[in-house]
């Protein structure tokens, strides 16, 4: 990953990265615009918006029968919803199905009769802002995954791909293996995404070393048994090697969740529904579980047992589904490895693994994938050699559900809420939903957008900012310093009067993402803008002009920078692309 740094007037990036060296001007060249008449409910010429805001959030909700049908029969007062405990009504109620939707993709009126996603009481009709756009992640985790298990699926997404990926769904491809690849940016051409799959399909799968190196530690066990070796020599090798492996399965386990985090993160400036179906077979909670167990059985050493919760993950993905959440994301994982026996061993070991350590083995990389789905709000499809009907489920939910609105007054912090949703009166019906709402300062928002940005092209510049890199010119043997400049109308930002000035702030963040994919953190800058009272009236026709060197590696780069008004709350974002030359 990149780094960014601050001292006083410079920023610094380490591996791919940039000096970040500022100064501000009006820029006097501008052309002249016509200045913002003021008002009694403006600051600056521009609206006033106080800090604290009521907001409705929205809340997704499946609710399907004992056959694992959707039900779509249901009315407001069905539903039970609470807010951290507290019991809040439901100020916007719909039903969104998959005929609604594709009726209106096709341009033709929505089916009647059904509960529109509309303030209650009402029966408007479908706003465009109520079909929110569906992007869809196919995470290959090959590291994780057995080539033969994985290719079963991948056949059975062909029809998968076909049905689903429509207007609004858009679909990316990315495969991981020890580092993680964007095979294919989102698109909603089908022919992309099968090539894509063509190409995980032809990739090998890391689960097969890691299996044979369980294999080569029961055996070692086996081998102790029949020669009667059970002494300490012997089970102090086996225990080592027990050790070492749960280390190196913990230490792989870091960076693969490490990426899944990189992939949320990359989404998390993307308006609309986002889903990660992610695939593998399993990954451990507890590091080398069945080995420890295996472990006790053989020696007689029961203290092991104990021992395993020194790598036990659980922090790890709760971390990594509170991320999700953060993002508004959910998991729909699917364990590829389908109906195995976890009791019979490899005819290789010569003997049958005992039935407790391997029955926990395979639930340990299973209840993964279960708590991933869970706690996101999406559904885990395991334990079944026949992926059909899970990927219908997973259609399914791109196009149907309720849509269930309370209204929050925002307390303008970063701030984790819990959500409970109920059908008393339903007690036979699954219900599923995202349990944890994040609230987000404006500011995390910002910063999230930026991230986005260095991936997705942002179009989105209230305060018609203007990015413009100059030329660039040697600053070392492999850097090189590209002035950078960021300006934007002083009319679009809220200036107040302080004594002989008028003063306005704005914050500046910024992020870097280099071809290899690796990416910097974001660093935020404030800057305050004065204008003499004198001056106001004319530099209301001006741009307001950042300057900037970069100091940057060869190669190619995407740089993302996000602009915020604290006072009028507005954002703009721009991208840009830098090419240093090699």
């Known amino acids: 990953?990149?780094?960014?740094?601050?001292?006083?007037?410079?920023?610094?990036?380490?591996?791919?990265?940039?000096?970040?060296?500022?100064?501000?001007?009006?820029?006097?060249?501008?052309?002249?615009?016509?200045?913002?008449?003021?008002?009694?409910?403006?600051?600056?010429?521009?609206?006033?918006?106080?800090?604290?805001?009521?907001?409705?959030?929205?809340?997704?909700?499946?609710?399907?029968?004992?056959q694992g049908l959707a039900v779509t029969d249901l009315k407001a007062d069905d539903f039970?919803?609470?807010?951290?405990?507290?019991?809040?009504?439901?100020?916007?109620?719909?039903?969104?199905?998959?005929?609604?939707?594709?009726?209106?993709?096709?341009?033709?009126?929505?089916?009647?009769?059904?509960?529109?996603?509309t303030p209650i009481p009402g029966a408007e009709n479908l706003s465009k802002e109520s079909f929110r756009p569906v992007y869809v992640v196919l995470y290959f985790d090959n590291q994780n995954s057995r080539a033969l298990d994985r290719n079963r699926l991948i056949t059975q997404m062909r029809t998968f791909v076909r049905e689903n990926l429509q207007p609004p769904v858009q679909m990316m491809v990315i495969s991981y293996n020890k580092s993680y690849e964007v095979l294919q940016p989102f698109t909603d051409n089908d022919r992309e995404i099968y090539d894509a799959l063509r190409e995980i399909k032809m990739s090998t799968g890391g689960r097969t070393e890691l299996d044979n190196t369980r294999k080569d530690i029961l055996r070692q066990f086996s081998e102790s048994q029949r020669n009667s070796q059970n002494n300490?020599?012997?089970?102090?090798?086996?225990?080592?090697?027990?050790?070492?492996?749960?280390?190196?399965?913990?230490?792989?386990?870091?960076?693969?969740?490490?990426?899944?985090?990189?992939?949320?993160?990359?989404?998390?400036?993307?308006?609309?529904k986002k889903v990660v179906i992610y695939v593998s077979n399993g990954l451990p909670m507890i590091a080398g579980l069945d080995l420890f167990y295996a472990?006790?059985?053989?020696?007689?050493?029961?203290?092991?047992?104990?021992?395993?919760?020194?790598?036990?993950?659980?922090?790890?993905?709760?971390?990594?589904?509170?991320?999700?959440?953060?993002?508004?994301?959910?998991?729909?994982?699917?364990?590829?490895?389908?109906?195995?026996?976890?009791?019979?061993?490899?005819?290789?070991?010569?003997?049958?693994q005992d039935t407790m350590s391997a029955s926990l083995g395979m639930q340990n990389y299973l209840d993964s994938l279960r708590f991933m789905a869970d706690s996101t709000g999406g559904a885990a499809i395991i334990n079944t050699n026949d992926f059909t009907a899970g990927l219908q489920r997973v259609g399914q939910d791109f196009f149907t559900y309720y849509s269930l609105g309370y209204d929050l007054n925002q307390s303008g912090l970063d701030k984790v809420h819990r959500i409970s949703v109920e059908l008393p009166n339903y007690p036979d019906y699954r219900v599923r939903y995202r349990q944890r709402f994040v609230e987000k300062s404006l500011e995390s928002r910002v910063q999230d957008k930026v991230v986005t940005g260095l991936m997705f092209p942002l179009d989105d510049n209230p305060m018609e900012i203007m990015v413009e890199i100059g030329t660039q010119g040697p600053a070392g043997e492999t850097r090189w310093m590209v002035p950078f400049k960021l300006s934007f109308p002083l009319r679009k930002v809220a200036l107040l009067p302080s004594g002989d000035d008028y003063v306005g702030n704005v914050t500046i963040f910024l992020a870097a993402r280099n071809s290899d994919g690796d990416r910097s953190d974001v660093v935020r800058q404030n800057h305050e803008i004065r204008v003499k009272t004198a001056d106001y009236d004319d530099a209301q026709l001006k741009r307001y002009t950042i300057t900037a060197n970069l100091l940057m590696e060869e190669g190619s780069h995407s740089v993302a920078v996000g602009i915020l008004d604290p006072v009028t709350r507005n954002a703009s974002f721009s991208t840009t692309r830098v090419t240093v030359r090699e």
């Not at 109620?93 to 341009?107: N, P, W």
């Not at 395993?308 to 959440?325: D, I, P």
Request: with cysteine.
């Open 232 to 272: 300490v020599s012997a089970m102090s090798r086996s225990h080592g090697m027990v050790i070492g492996f749960a280390e190196e399965e913990a230490n792989s386990l870091q960076f693969t969740l490490g990426a899944l985090r990189d992939t949320l993160t990359m989404l998390s400036g993307l308006p609309g």
């Open 1 to 66: 990953m990149q780094r960014l740094w601050i001292t006083t007037v410079v920023l610094v990036c380490l591996a791919s990265p940039a000096a970040f060296a500022q100064d501000e001007e009006v820029d006097e060249q501008a052309p002249p615009v016509a200045a913002a008449a003021a008002s009694p409910d403006a600051v600056g010429g521009l609206p006033f918006v106080g800090q604290i805001d009521v907001t409705v959030v929205n809340v997704n909700v499946y609710v399907t029968n004992k």
């Open 80 to 117: 039970v919803l609470t807010h951290d405990g507290t019991a809040r009504p439901i100020t916007n109620f719909g039903l969104f199905t998959d005929e609604i939707y594709r009726s209106y993709y096709q341009g033709q009126e929505a089916p009647t009769g059904q509960p529109t996603p």
């Open 295 to 352: 472990f006790a059985n053989t020696y007689q050493e029961s203290s092991a047992i104990t021992e395993s919760a020194r790598y036990n993950m659980n922090r790890h993905f709760t971390s990594l589904v509170s991320n999700a959440n953060a993002q508004d994301i959910s998991f729909y994982t699917f364990g590829v490895g389908g109906l195995e026996n976890p009791t019979i061993a490899s005819a290789e070991l010569g003997t049958n």
